[in-house]
């Protein structure tokens, strides 16, 4: 059985005084999509480029595809494709010259010209990067980290500042990855971008992970479900673990008392909510 | 493929981006010619002043293709996040260095021997009398001033200060260093400056190959000045290097 493809343990990164990362753990499986959620400022972009391999932990365990990805070791490259926060790579190549470029330093790369279409800027092959869009530049981005043909990549914010067509396509890409069984690390700010593409998310919120699992299973530690009702033109709210017994108590006292439970709810928060909740300043 | 056809690759793409840039072409490739041409058609026959112009601009054309050259790259690759992009690929560190700086040393080579093509057919200057001692000072200026060059790249905040800090240097360098007129006929302070800083000695060294025919054992003193900028200039290249 092979190893996960991340571990991470009690992983810590300070700039000075600056706690960035503070004691964040997760496991990443083979062939998973996982999506680490969080505010600007969360952590998650320091967190992925320890495990990319461009800045040095101070504390805690990381494996990459099971090496130390601090030891930059070609490969470990190999295997792995990076998509940075920034876009950029040589302004007055063509995207099939840097892609093809880029392919060359990999063993078994793909076609560049497959992976140009993968991305859907086969009819941009010939243009060069400085006239390419924004959201052109960010598909040359994802074919430069595809060409080598890895086993994981790594997204970090890979749609922020797209439009819905680019985006759409970019997540298309995505699921591509996970059909042809790729291992993908995402980083996102955009909820809706974890919910469709993650298989397991993980929120970061001030360099600490305070929710994880599957999007659909994702609840805060407090209460699961939320029991709402309108009373005497009122709406009345509980939280609860269990709404079996909750609803038990509730329709019986109010058939006791010979009233209606008008507009009774029963829901889960969304993770919409729970995001909201879990990433929202203290401004006590 | 292995590390050397890798650094062979990105010779070759440094070769095809510099030609498709047309302001690294025109500053370190046509503008040390266009100030020779300049230049010489002042002095007109005059074969003495030739005969310094063209050992001071083949000089001149080292500093522009390597030290220029270096701070203006190098700014502008990690500032796009080209350098942090490579990094993360398996193309080794030596492999890239080797392309992107091979690149720079062939652009030194050639534009020498162009100007000192330039300086025989038109100007009537003799070929080189000293061919080792053309290509050592050629190579020790090269050393001195890409390591310096990467040395500088290190302090520029920015891209669009980066021709500010280049030329702050360059141009002052290039005044006192005997580069279109003796230094000889600076005043002791600016002539002094000069015999500190590594240009004159590069200058004096391709006089020597060039013109004068005096070998490496005349000029050992002004190699061991360059030696002494490339040494300091490659550890405050390594030493203050970064990927972004």
Redesign the interface.
């Known amino acids: 059985m092979a190893s996960p493809a991340i571990e991470v343990s009690d992983l810590h990164k300070s700039y000075g005084a600056v706690e960035a990362v503070r004691g964040v753990s997760f496991t990443v499986q083979r062939g998973e999509v996982f999506g680490l959620l969080g505010p600007n400022g969360a952590g998650k972009t320091t967190t992925v480029e320890i495990l990319?391999?461009?800045r040095e932990r101070s504390g805690g365990e990381a494996r990459v595809l099971g090496s130390d990805p601090a030891a930059g070791a070609?490969e470990l490259?190999?295997r792995?494709g990076?998509v940075?926060q920034?876009?950029?790579?040589?302004?007055?190549?063509t995207v099939h010259?840097a892609v093809a470029?880029?392919a060359?330093?990999?063993?078994s790369p793909r076609d560049p010209a497959d992976t140009i279409s993968m991305v859907g800027l086969s009819e941009s092959a010939d243009t060069r990067a400085n006239r390419l869009s924004g959201g052109q530049q960010r598909r040359l981005d994802l074919a430069?980290a595809l060409v080598?043909d890895p086993e994981l990549v790594f997204l970090d914010e890979p749609t922020t500042g797209f439009d819905p067509a680019a985006r759409r396509t970019a997540w298309d890409v995505v699921r591509t990855l996970r059909e042809l069984g790729k291992t993908v690390l995402l980083t996102t700010h955009y909820l809706d971008e974890a919910q469709a593409l993650a298989d397991r998310v993980a929120i970061v919120k001030d360099g600490q992970i305070v929710a994880e699992g599957a999007p659909d299973s994702l609840t805060p530690a407090s209460a699961g479900y939320r029991v709402s009702y309108e009373s005497q033109g009122r709406r009345v709210e509980h939280q609860t673990e269990d709404p079996t017994d909750l609803l038990h108590r509730l329709t019986g006292d109010a058939l006791a008392r010979g009233e209606r439970l008008h507009a009774l709810e029963v829901a889960r928060p969304t993770l919409e909510e729970i995001y909201l909740e879990l990433t929202a300043e203290d401004d006590r | 493929m292995s590390p050397i056809a890798l650094a062979w690759q990105q010779f070759r793409l440094e070769r095809k981006l510099f030609w498709r840039n047309p302001s690294a072409a025109f500053f370190s490739f046509v503008l040390p010619l266009v100030l020779l041409l300049l230049v010489a058609s002042v002095y007109g026959g005059d074969d003495e002043q030739l005969e310094i112009l063209i050992p001071g601009i083949a000089g001149l054309s080292i500093m522009a293709t390597t030290f220029n050259a270096m701070a203006f790259n190098l700014t502008f690759l990690r500032e796009q996040g080209i350098l942090k992009r490579l990094r993360g690929t398996p193309m080794p560190t030596t492999s890239y260095l080797a392309g992107f700086l091979g690149s720079a040393v062939a652009n030194a080579f050639v534009q020498v021997l162009v100007v000192v093509a330039i300086g025989h057919l038109l100007y009537d200057v003799s070929w080189p009398r000293d061919w080792i001692a053309l290509v050592v000072f050629t190579a020790a200026g090269v050393a001195a001033f890409g390591s310096l060059g990467i040395a500088l790249s290190h302090v520029i905040p920015n891209f669009d200060s980066a021709a500010a800090y280049v030329n702050a240097i360059f141009l002052p360098v290039m005044f006192v260093s005997g580069v279109f007129y003796s230094s000889e006929s600076l005043p002791p302070a600016l002539e002094a400056a000069a015999e500190a800083l590594p240009l004159k000695h590069v200058v004096d060294g391709l006089s020597g190959a060039i013109v004068t025919g005096a070998g490496l054992q005349d000029n050992l003193g002004g190699l061991a000045v360059v030696g002494l900028w490339a040494g300091a200039g490659v550890v405050l290249a390594v030493r203050g290097f970064r990927w972004e």
């Open positions: 990319e391999g461009y070609r490259k190999q792995v990076i940075l920034s876009s950029g790579f040589y302004p007055r190549l010259e470029h880029v060359k330093a990999y063993p430069l080598g």
